[in-house]
Nanobody, 126 residues
Framework: QVQLVESGGGLVQPGGSLRLSCAAS????????MGWFRQAPGKAREFVAA????????DYTRSVKGRFTISRNNAENTVYLQMNSLKPEDAAVYYC???????????????????WGQGTQVTVSS
């Protein structure tokens, strides 16, 4: 059974930083491409960042480029999202997702993913 558990969310002031973690209970974690998505109240779920199986390729939505960094530790079955210079518009529930992959590609579309976590709340407010 695959389980993804996000952590690290919370309340932060504008300009602050948070580091989200996603612990994956997956056999052969290194064969899964990973992604982070977010959903704000009243809005559709949107792509934030993605990383390939080995971590060699990454992709970001334009609004977070230069501020967020996705990374992974395959030895610890964990993917991270370092978020710096947070803005109020970054506030949302953040979800990690996993997709079985035998390629070096990244996947920015939610429907491509096989498994999802329950999400962690990020609030950006002064």
């Amino acid at each position: 059974q695959v389980q993804l558990v996000e952590s690290g969310g919370g309340l932060v002031q504008p300009g602050g930083s948070l580091r989200l973690s996603c612990a994956a209970s997956i056999r052969a974690f290194s064969t899964y491409a990973m992604g982070w998505f977010r959903q704000a109240p009243g809005k559709a779920r949107e792509f934030v960042a993605a990383i390939s199986t080995t971590g060699g390729n990454t992709d970001y939505t334009r609004s977070v480029k230069g501020r967020f960094t996705i990374s992974r530790n395959n030895a610890e079955n964990t993917v991270y999202l370092q978020m710096n210079s947070l803005k109020p518009e970054d506030a949302a529930v953040y979800y990690c997702a996993a997709k079985r992959s035998w390629s070096v590609y990244v996947f920015p579309r939610a429907y491509e993913y096989d498994y999802w976590g329950q999400g962690t709340q990020v609030t950006v407010s002064s």
